[in-house]
Each structure stands twice: as C-alpha cells, then as structure tokens.
C-alpha cells in the first residue's frame, strides 16, 4: 500500500536531488558556506556551487554560480575572503580562487598546469593573507597545438610499487608538493619537493611555520607508513616532529600552537580502528586520544580543534551509525558523542572565533542536510530543507533493523519493504553485499537502495565480521578468512531475515555486492544454489592477480590474506579465488566492470567470465568504458543511469517482482 499522493522512487531522481556536503562556518560563527552538488544527465557531469545560510535561519543563498564545479569553499581567518577551488578555467584544470565573503568577483590564484589538488587539502594563514595548498608537480603534460596531440605519447618508466592511484591514474612522475600564493597575487611559491608525496598543510597559529603529511622515509616504497613533518612558511628542509608510523592524515595545529591533532592507525593494516592521537609540535612522544573507545573515526573527515582548544572533534563510526564526537585534548577521558541518533553525520567545521559547530548529515529517508549546533552539541537546528520538495513527492523504505548473534559475535542486519507494500503478498528478496570488507552498511540515505524497493524488492542488508564500527576484534575477524566466517554470518543473516519477515519470498532470492562485496557475491554463487539470480561488481575474483593488478594490491591484498604472499603459499590463495569455484557457479551471474578500474582492475571480471562461458554457465559481462571503481556511486550521470537499467533488468528476468 502506497501513500496517497506520493509516488515510488526511480532511477532518474538522481538528477533530482541536491547533494550537500563540505559546511564551513565562519569565523564568526554567523554563517556556513557549504557545496550543492545535482547531476546533469544532458551534460553527463556534476555540477558544483558554492552557497551561503545565515545561522539564524533564512534561505540559502549561491554564492558562485555557473555550469561548473566550483568545491572547497574555505574562510579567512579575518572573515573577509573565501577562497574555494573550481574548474571555471578554459582548461578545465581545478584552480585556487578567492572572492570577498559578502559576495562578488571571484580572482584566480592560481594557472597551475596539474591544477589544484583538492584532496590534498587548503588552508589560510592565520593573518589572512596566504593559502597553502596541493599540487601534482610534473609529468607529461598534453600538448597544446592540436597537430601535436595525434602523436605517440612517451613510455612509461617505472620503477616503484606506488606509480597509480584509483581515481587519480599514473602518480609516479607528478608527486604532489606544498605551494603558499599570497591572496593580493603574485605567482604560487613551491615549499616543498622531492620524490615524495606531500598532503594536507596545515599553519602554525603565528604563521611561521606549515605541518604536513608525508612519506620522506628509505621504505616508503614498500610500505604505507606515514609521519608529520614541519617546514618554514617561506620553504626549507622539513623537519620530522613524528614517528614514522602507519597511515596519518589531516594534522591540524591547537590554538596555541603546542600540538598537532591527526587521525592514523597504529598498525598499517585495514581492518585495525582509526585513532586520533595528539602530536606534541616539539616532536615528543605522541598521545592517543581515543584507544579506548574501541571504535574507528572516520577518515574522510578531518578532525578539528573547538575554539577553546580543550577539545578535539572527529566523526566516528559506532554500530552502523556516524556520531560527532569530542574528546579531551588533554587525554585521559572516553570521546563523548555530541551529535548522534541514528544517522550519518558526513562533514563538519567549528567556528574558531565562537565555537559553534556547523555539520551535515542524513539518515535512511532524508537525503544530506545541513545544521548547526553549540560546541557542546547543544541546541541543534537544520539551515536548509533542500530536499524538502523530493521528499514530499516520493514514498521511501524505512530500514527496519535487526541483529543476531552467531559464533560469540552480535551482528546487525536491514531489511527494507518493497514500494508500495502490500502485507498479503510475497516479495522477491536481494541480499546485499557491502564492500571493504572492512566498510559497512548505515543509517544513511542509499538512493540504490531506495530504488530497487520501488521495483518490487524486499533489501536484505548485513554488517558481517570484517565491518567496522563494532570493535577492532570484530573488524579485524575477517583477516585470512574471506569465504568463511563472514559467508557464514551472511547466510546466517538472510535465514533470519526470512524468518522475521514472512513477506519475503526465500524461493525468489538474488544477491549483489561491489568490491568486496562483488568478490563475496563471486564466492555465494560458487558455494550456495539458493540463490536465483546474482550480480557482482568491480569484484575480486582471483585473489592472487590482485595482488599485481590493483594499485594497492602489493600491500592490502597481502594484509587481508593474513599476510602471507601467494608464491610462499599458493594454495591459499586458490582456496579463496571465487574463480576457482566456477564450476560450482550454475547461478544466472550478471559481471559489471568499469574498464578504468585501478583498486580491482577488470582482469578481475574477465578470468570469471571465460571460466564460465567456458562451462557453459548463464553469464553476462558488463564493461563500462571510461569507468573507475566505485562507478556506481561516483561515476558520470549517464553511466549510474544505464547501470540501474541494466541490474534491473537482469533480476526482473529471473526473480519476477511484478508477480
């Protein structure tokens, strides 16, 4: 049964809704610039623009406009100027900009041939006048005359492990450097180089110096170890003030300049916790802030300091949901979570001159919005309803949560109604897969989700061993047993799905996953017959080539087999290769593929699908050109829009849901 007036979800609402993401308050807490990302399906793209609320509420009001991507909206100290990066150039090469905060004409900063690094982070120097930021420094750059453009392009050379990077591509010749460019103009001045990657700069509070990520070691080539390094505002020899430890990354100083906040791991394997530990700036014995807390902060989001400099702020992930958390600077006290219930808080920033609190977050029904609060969480109020025209037009599944035990371990588990729902029928079900392993599945709002329940399908969803936000135990349970233990727990999950929920039909059953889950999907169908139909995606099928075709495979794949490389034990790695069990596989399987994947290169999907249309198997393979890995949810607007056609397709053919 369907609300009356609203209608199912499809495919084509991603171009309706309106991402929101990146809130930076100002200074002085008065008003969040914050990005609103929308998908063209004309223009095959995504459209970025910086927009501005005041804090006592009123509508949101574009700040840059244009079809571009325009992202990184950040203050000055002073509150006059925001600086954010966009594409708006003839070149189409992200560039540093800064505009007068009340609004106006924007001013180029920077025409740097590689263009800005965004991801590497941009921050101002504390008296307003200079921007540090990231760069990629060399590498071939394409030819400007177009008669030149036709011609052979120069060899490769290479002699490192770390030469690509998933969404990135070739890295080893273009290693990314520190740049300051004064905002009054003048050309970016290089502050540091070298055949290492530099990230994230960060200011001293009296500007005199710049910390920063790097790997500046002898062994960085065959590790993935980190350390914070300090370098003078106008460049010079860096000077480590950490160990060399483990990934780190997003180092932030405290107000007053005596420590270095950063998130990192204490071991260089995934699946341990992230931590936030404290640095102090004179290079003494870091301090972790948060190890008993037995909970992973998330890495996509840097902590920051509250204005006050007694705390330090950081999203966390505790039971399929993402708290904002706070702990003492100090140590010696458990993070406290300040902004919780049962949703993902995905980016936030503090006022330095006020200590409010600015954040964006969804749940399972309401796509990204943004809000403010006190420092202490208090007081918490939503700025914008961007959404808020979608969501009265269409009938969303409300994810009903359940958990079970199995093998000593508690585990949590989803199953959404199809759209509209009528108790008196029975409903195919797919069982989802999540990736990692060592992700997991929230209360977050998942647009695919939401459209395969208008199609007619009940959603199984479960965070097995190996998902985080349960404990480093819990997480790391996984390691050197992929196919076990967590196949187990899924199968486990799904007969308590169809118990609990009679309406879903246990002989209509498909299941789907990407990355690792693509590879638990592979392993399903090679070990069980119940299900009718399956789909796996960007997956690892033979876990001994994705040691040398992933870019990060010469490492992670080695960790997550419990670190043992296939040529000392090749037995293990054909035990837990999905294609060694093809002639297991007789379920309809359905193998997608982004051509350009880098984390599971698309050898991955090919070996599976001759090893079964050589068997003689019901097998289709789906290649998508130009495509990374996460293309389903990061990929062009055209690309996401024929992958939901496609997936449909394939499951209605088998698992009928209009019956």
């Known amino acids: 049964m369907t609300n009356a007036g609203r209608r199912p979800v499809t495919a084509q609402d991603l171009t309706r809704l309106r991402g929101v993401s990146d809130p930076q308050i100002s200074p002085d807490g008065s008003r969040v610039a914050f990005v609103i990302t929308t998908a063209s399906e004309e223009r095959d793209e995504y459209l970025s623009n910086v927009w501005v609320v005041d804090v006592k509420g009123g509508e949101p009001r574009r700040l840059t406009t244009g079809p571009m991507k325009d992202t990184l909206p950040r203050w000055s100290p002073d509150g006059r100027w925001l600086a954010f990066v966009s594409d708006r150039g003839a070149k189409k090469k992200s560039q540093l900009y800064a505009m007068p905060a009340a609004g106006g004409e924007a001013t180029q900063l920077t025409d740097l041939p590689n263009g800005v690094f965004g991801q590497g982070g941009v921050a101002w120097s504390p008296d307003s006048t200079r921007l540090a930021f990231v760069t990629r420094v060399g590498g071939w750059q394409e030819p400007e005359r177009e008669e030149d453009r036709g011609k052979s392009r120069p060899a490769h050379v290479i002699s490192t492990l770390k030469y690509r ?5 070739f890295t080893y010749d273009r290693r990314p450097h520190i740049f300051v460019v004064p905002v009054a103009g003048g050309p970016p001045k290089q502050i540091t180089d070298g055949d290492f990657p530099d990230m994230w700069p960060t200011w001293s509070p009296d500007g005199a110096r710049i910390a920063f990520v790097a ?45 270095i906040a950063h998130a990192g791991m204490r ?14 700036a004179d290079g003494s014995e870091r301090i972790c802030l948060t190890e008993a807390l037995d909970r992973s902060a998330w890495d996509a989001v840097p902590p920051a300091w509250s204005a006050d400099g007694e705390w330090v702020l950081f999203v966390g992930r505790d039971h399929g949901t993402y708290p904002l958390y706070r702990v003492r600077a100090k140590g010696g006290e458990l993070p406290v979570a300040i902004v919780g219930g049962r949703r993902t808080v995905n980016g936030f920033s503090v006022a330095q001159g006020r200590g409010a609190v600015a954040f964006t977050a969804t749940e399972p029904t309401t796509p990204t919005e943004l809000f403010v609060c006190k420092a202490d969480g208090s007081d918490e109020r939503q700025l914008t309803h961007l959404n808020r025209e979608w969501n009265a037009e269409v009938e969303l599944s409300v994810p009903e949560r359940f958990a079970f035990n199995r093998a000593g371990f508690d585990i949590d588990a989803w199953v959404m109604k199809p759209v509209p729902f009528d108790p008196a029928k029975r409903y195919p079900g797919l069982l989802w897969i999540h990736g990692g392993p060592h992700r997991e599945f929230a209360d977050t709002y998942w647009h695919e989700a939401q459209v395969e329940a208008a199609a007619g399908y009940a959603l199984i969803y479960v965070n097995p061993r190996g998902s985080q936000g349960y404990g480093e135990g819990f997480s790391r349970a996984s390691v050197g047993d992929w196919g076990g233990g967590d196949f187990a727990d899924l199968m486990t999950g799904l007969d308590e799905a169809l118990h609990r929920f009679p309406f879903i039909d246990g002989g209509r059953l498909g299941v789907i996953g990407v990355s690792y889950g693509g590879f638990m999907t592979s392993w399903v169908v090679g070990h069980t017959e119940r299900f009718k139909a399956a789909c796996s995606e960007a997956a690892i099928n033979n876990v001994a080539t994705h040691l040398g075709t992933s870019d990060i495979g010469w490492h992670w794949t080695v960790t997550e087999q419990g670190g043992v490389p296939p040529w000392e034990d090749v037995g293990r790695y054909v035990d837990r290769s999905p294609v060694a069990y093809a002639p297991s596989i007789h379920t309809p399987l359905l193998i997608v593929h982004g051509e350009s994947d880098l984390r599971c290169n698309i050898v991955e999907g090919e070996q599976l699908f001759v090893a079964l249309k050589r068997l003689g198997r019901e097998v289709v393979f789906v290649r998508v050109p130009d495509a990374g890995h996460g293309f389903g949810a990061l990929g062009r607007p055209r690309q996401r829009l024929e992958r939901f056609r496609i997936i449909l397709d394939w499951f209605a053919k088998y698992l009928q849901p209009g019956v």
């Open 165 to 169: 990077f998933e969404g990135v591509g």
């Open 267 to 280: 071991v260089a394997e995934d699946g341990y916790n992230f931590l936030l530990f404290l640095q102090p």
């Open 215 to 259: 790997e500046r070691h002898e062994t960085r080539d065959i590790d993935v170890n980190d350390a914070i390094y300090e370098v003078a505002a106008d460049g010079g020899e860096p000077r480590r003030i950490s160990p060399t430890l483990a990934p780190m990354w997003a180092p932030t100083y405290s107000p007053d300049g005596r420590a």
